[in-house]
C-alpha cells in the first residue's frame, strides 16, 4: 500500500510575521485613564508611547503602536481587572408614583 503525501499550508515568508500578531490601530477606549493601581503600568504604556511618536505623524503613531504592544497589553489588562473590583455605582431615579395623565395643577 503507498503512502499518501499531504500538502503542508504555507510557511509565512518571514519568521518574525508569524511570532508576532498585528499591532491594533487604534487606542482603547478608555484611553488615557489611569485607574487607582495601575498607576505604574499606564506610565511605562504612555512613556513608551512618547518616546517612539512625534505629534502629527501618522507613521510614527503606527509604529508606536507596534513597539508598544506588550505595556498596552499590560494598561488593558490591569484597567480591566480594576474595574472587575469595583462595585457598580447606584443611581438615584425619581419615579411618579402619580398614574399617567395627572397634572398638579389640576388640584
Not at 37 to 63: I, R
Not at 74 to 99: A, G, I, N
Amino acid at each position: 500500500m503507498s503512502e499518501s503525501t499531504s500538502a503542508s499550508p504555507p510557511a509565512a515568508s518571514k519568521p518574525s510575521e508569524a511570532a508576532q500578531p498585528a499591532a491594533p490601530t487604534h487606542m482603547p477606549p478608555f484611553f488615557p485613564i489611569v485607574r487607582k493601581g495601575c498607576e505604574e503600568v499606564s506610565k511605562a504604556f504612555f512613556a513608551c508611547l512618547e518616546e517612539h511618536t512625534q505629534p502629527g505623524q501618522t507613521s510614527t503613531g503606527l509604529e508606536a503602536m507596534q513597539r508598544c504592544q506588550q505595556q498596552r497589553a499590560d494598561y488593558e489588562k490591569c484597567f480591566h481587572e480594576s474595574m472587575k473590583k469595583q462595585k457598580p455605582p447606584l443611581v438615584r431615579t425619581q419615579w411618579s408614583t402619580r398614574p399617567l395623565g395627572e397634572d398638579d395643577d389640576d388640584e
